[in-house]
């Protein structure tokens, strides 16, 4: 229902024309986008977490429309530049991949490559040292090859029927934003082990089957188009923790990436990035230990008074779900982002 509802606000804003109509107040000066996963589309029915990757043939049309559009693609040290000295003549787009997933090095990198287009992938690095824990895939696992899933939730003993895919979707959406409540993540992480041990899903399992290696990585980062950003180490949800593990999850994250491909990152983005995983104690925790950006999920377009809040940047997402040229867009125009937070231009509380 929920995608049902932003469908139709994404079309009637596109097929009425009001995103041009007010793209002048609202588009900003630029934007940054979101990305995961860019692979083939894969046949399964159950992919509650298809929002996460768009197909390589959407992102290679994406790159055209950019270029057609005369919105400059830049590297997130330009677009930093470009916000601390006002220089705004040209509206811009920075790419950014989260999670450092293989695919992106053999779909998306070809594309980027071949266009000149420079992009920024962002790495947990408990993932290429293959310790990282991708919960979201152990609950879709777990879900998809039973008929039946049993856990216990708020000292209760829950089971749900899922046999057919309605009913594998609607036990997914319960049980993730279940674990999404839970007050600190050593409770969602204890829920997920739990749910692995019993249905014999590998919790660590899928960073050898996704993500780059630090070889692979390292490959990638060779290419000055390429900017490697930090993402923690284990892709905790920041808000869910105390201050000396957020520090340190930032810290640590640096500090193994420039070990391990000789480059410090500057850029840093949030794991799972809305206002419930990252806010004003997190944006000023990557202030401080010298990042000069912070991403969010929060949607928005970029203005001009983000450079007073660096590390609490909007991105808008290329969401799988929504592989459509008119809604990049309206999503560009900052129409629709705006009607989302309320007509802020700044959301960083």
Request: hydrophobic share 45%; aromatic share 10%; glycine share 6%.
């Amino acid at each position: 229902m929920k995608q049902k509802i932003i469908r139709a606000g994404l079309e009637t804003l596109y097929f009425t024309g009001a995103h041009l109509a007010l793209a002048r107040p609202f588009g900003g000066v630029g934007a940054i986008l979101t990305l995961h996963h860019v692979r083939p589309p894969r046949p399964h029915a159950f992919q509650p977490n298809g929002l996460l990757e768009i197909a390589p043939e959407f992102l290679e049309a994406v790159v055209t429309w950019l270029r057609r559009a005369d919105i400059e693609i830049v590297s997130l040290d330009e677009m930093h530049r470009r916000l601390v000295e006002g220089e705004f003549g040209r509206r811009f787009v920075a790419l950014t991949f989260d999670d450092g997933y293989r695919d992106n090095l053999r779909f998306a990198y070809p594309i980027l490559k071949r266009h000149g287009a420079p992009f920024t992938v962002y790495v947990p690095t408990s993932f290429p040292d293959r310790m990282g824990e991708l919960w979201w895939l152990v609950l879709e696992a777990a879900i998809a090859k039973n008929d039946t899933v049993e856990l216990a939730m708020d000292g209760v003993e829950r089971r749900f029927a899922c046999a057919d895919v309605a009913a594998k979707r609607a036990t997914f959406e319960t049980i993730y934003w279940w674990l999404r409540a839970r007050e600190t993540e050593d409770e969602l992480r204890h829920a997920i082990h739990e749910l692995a041990a019993r249905y014999a899903v590998s919790v660590t399992g899928f960073c050898d089957d996704l993500c780059m290696t630090w070889t692979e990585l390292a490959e990638l980062a060779a290419d000055p188009l390429v900017t490697i950003g930090a993402h923690t180490v284990n892709h905790v949800i920041l808000k869910k923790v105390p201050d000396n593990i957020v520090s340190a999850e930032m810290r640590m994250s640096a500090a193994a990436i420039e070990a391990a491909l000789g480059v410090r990152p500057h850029h840093f983005s949030y794991p799972v990035g809305d206002a419930s995983a990252a806010g004003p104690r997190e944006f000023g925790m990557a202030a401080r230990l010298g990042f000069k950006t912070g991403v969010t999920t929060r949607p928005g377009v970029l203005f001009p008074e983000h450079r007073d809040h660096l590390t609490a940047l909007p991105r808008i997402s290329l969401n799988g779900q929504f592989q459509r040229l008119r809604y990049l867009s309206v999503l560009m125009s900052g129409t629709a982002t705006a009607l989302w937070s309320g007509f802020r231009r700044v959301d960083a509380a």
